[in-house]
């Protein structure tokens, strides 16, 4: 018997750094058991440079990442949606769509790096930063079973993980 993989949706603002980089990694390290998406309430129609030069280096693929509107994975014919993971503080006080299915949802707030001022280094280590605290983050999400654990567990599971730094 093949069981789906859980569909992720990491929500963000902007859709251009920070929900990118979790929608990444989680697919790179998912073990097929996690297919992740992402998208923004306002996006800002590209990714942030410094995001795809974060994955790159990482050795992480960056072809086809695009922002992306929330309304996408509201639609009749979108990805069923099984967790949705806010990432900002923003887009967790927002009034989203109504959610085909009911999913999981879960908050993680992480400082957003494209707010980042200074030079070129304190940038790289804005997202750095970032990325490292959602690396840590999704790694504890892979270890879960979700299809082990009830609804209200799993939703427990999620918020306690989005309280890791």
Not at 28 to 33: E, F, L, M, T, W
Not at 70 to 91: G, N, R
Not at 112 to 130: C, E, L, R, S
């Amino acid at each position: 018997m093949t069981i789906r993989p859980f569909n992720v949706l990491f929500l963000c603002t902007g859709n251009s750094a920070r929900s990118i980089l979790a929608e990444t990694y989680l697919n790179a390290s998912g073990q097929g058991r996690f297919h992740a998406y992402s998208a923004g309430s306002f996006p800002t129609g590209k990714v942030n440079p410094y995001a795809l030069e974060l994955l790159e280096e990482n050795h992480l693929p960056t072809e086809g990442l695009r922002s992306k509107a929330w309304d996408e994975f509201a639609k009749p014919d979108a990805p069923k949606i099984d967790i949705i993971i806010t990432v900002c503080d923003q887009a967790a006080g927002e009034v989203c769509p109504v959610w085909p299915g009911q999913p999981i949802t879960a908050h993680w707030g992480v400082e957003d790096p494209a707010k980042a001022t200074g030079d070129n280094d304190a940038k790289q280590t804005a997202f750095i930063h970032a990325f490292s605290v959602l690396q840590r983050r999704i790694d504890l999400l892979i270890n879960l079973n979700p299809d082990r654990l009830d609804r209200r567990a799993t939703e427990e599971q999620l918020r306690t993980i989005g309280e890791a730094e």
